[in-house]
């Protein structure tokens, strides 16, 4: 047994000396919780080695036996940190920002008319802002431009404002373009049949683009989750940021289930979705919402009756104006009864005599990007370096 222990010993010190000592999310050969892969959890494992029932923690593939697979895991993991920590992100601008234009995210269809014959596939792209550090695990926020569903772009001066804001402050940003009103994008046969439901006054066109305006922004948050080593992404700390349009958006995001805006379609009626990372899972961690509104939340239970707002939302900050004559008052309002109402966090700022897009504005003498690095950190549990 001394012979075995030597052995087992001198293994993993050479795996000591090569492997890097991060942080790991979770570690499952950590099996006497003392927060390191050691050679006593290797020789715990050794102990169980060969059994076939009931093994518990040992069966660290839970294949339902314990065997040199398990070991292999185990030394894989040898010398490991595996306290969970939180990124962090800076209190001033303090890294250089590099950018990368017009990255593809995914496609979709452009149609003649809605529900018409197929036109043209479309790329779909955002622009990246990276702060230019050797931080191995870094929060991200994807930004969603506004326009009505009718126009805006990620070229807007005010949110490219922001993304050097807060990739100067370590956050990695990506900021989307989705398919608009006049693209004509795919839309499910249950929102083509149920425009008859549309209240009178309300733009046809506007309603059926938000569907593949969200589509595509679910296609986007999914290729960044699925980029997350690319790019030295936390998944657990992924923000959601929009203005007008992009908030509503924003919105569904932080809400929705995973199905929504994805699974409505299949891949014969839309190719493109196989281009869109669907088998990827990711989960908002917090959303940002300047003067939006619930609107794509609630037309899915109009159509469906089920409620997606639940107590799995994500933490919402809302900023909105009292004089908004675009997104009336009365959504902020509504949104944060309902999150209040349903157990979760939100946090309602009130610009008196405020209007639509007031980028500009304050909060309690903050500026708006200050305003959500406060949320951010509050709720997610970020570190804030000096």
């Known amino acids: 047994m001394k012979s075995l222990k030597m052995r087992i010993y001198v293994l993993c010190f050479f795996f000591l000396l090569w492997k890097p000592q991060t942080a790991l999310s979770s570690c499952p050969s950590d099996l006497d919780g003392s927060g ?16 076939d029932l009931d093994c518990g923690g040992a069966d660290l593939n839970e294949d339902g036996v314990v065997n040199v697979i398990d070991v292999l895991i185990a030394l894989g993991e040898f010398g490991q940190n595996c306290q969970s920590s939180t990124p962090s992100v800076w209190a001033n601008a303090t890294f250089d ?71 100067s402050r370590g956050w990695v940003v990506f900021s989307i373009n989705y398919r608009l009103a006049g ?37 986007a948050l999914r290729w960044i989750a699925s980029h997350a080593n690319q790019y030295d992404i936390d ?40 281009s869109t990372n669907m088998s990827q899972e990711v989960q908002v961690a917090t959303v940002l919402n300047f003067w939006g509104g619930r609107a794509s939340v609630d037309v ?9 707002f639940d107590v799995n939302d994500a933490p919402l900050m809302i900023v909105h104006g009292t004089n908004d004559a675009t997104v009336n008052y009365s959504e902020a309002l509504s949104l944060n009864a309902t999150y209040l ?20 504005a304050n909060v309690d003498g903050l500026p708006l990007w200050s305003v959500g690095f406060d949320f951010m950190v509050q709720h997610q549990g970020l570190t804030i370096e000096p």
Request: with cysteine; aromatic share 8%; charged share 15%.
């Open 235 to 274: 998944v657990n700390h992924i923000s959601v940021l929009g203005g007008s349009a992009g908030a509503f958006i924003s919105v569904a995001l932080g809400s929705c289930e995973a199905e929504d805006y994805t699974g409505e379609l299949s891949v014969i009626q839309d190719p493109t979705l196989e």
């Open 97 to 167: 920002v590099l950018f990368e234009d017009n990255v593809v995210f995914g496609l979709g269809l452009s149609h003649d008319g809605w529900g018409g014959p197929t036109l043209d596939t479309v790329s779909l792209e955002l622009d990246v802002y990276l702060p230019d550090n050797q931080q191995a695990s870094r929060p991200a926020m994807m930004i969603v431009h506004g326009g009505g569903f009718f126009g805006g772009s990620n070229e807007q001066q005010s949110l490219v404002n922001l993304s050097y804001e807060y990739a």
């Open 36 to 51: 390191w892969v050691e050679v006593d959890d290797v020789l715990s494992l050794l102990s169980d080695f060969g059994c």
């Open 183 to 219: 693209q004509r994008g795919s839309v499910p046969n249950a929102w083509l049949n149920a425009l008859n439901l549309i209240p009178a006054g309300q733009n046809t066109d506007q309603v059926l683009a938000m569907y593949p305006a969200n589509r595509d922004a679910k296609a």
């Open 300 to 308: 899915l239970t109009a159509l469906d009756g089920v409620s997606r």
């Open 341 to 360: 109402a349903n157990g979760n966090m939100c946090t309602l700022h009130t610009i008196q005599g405020g209007g639509h897009g007031i980028w500009s």
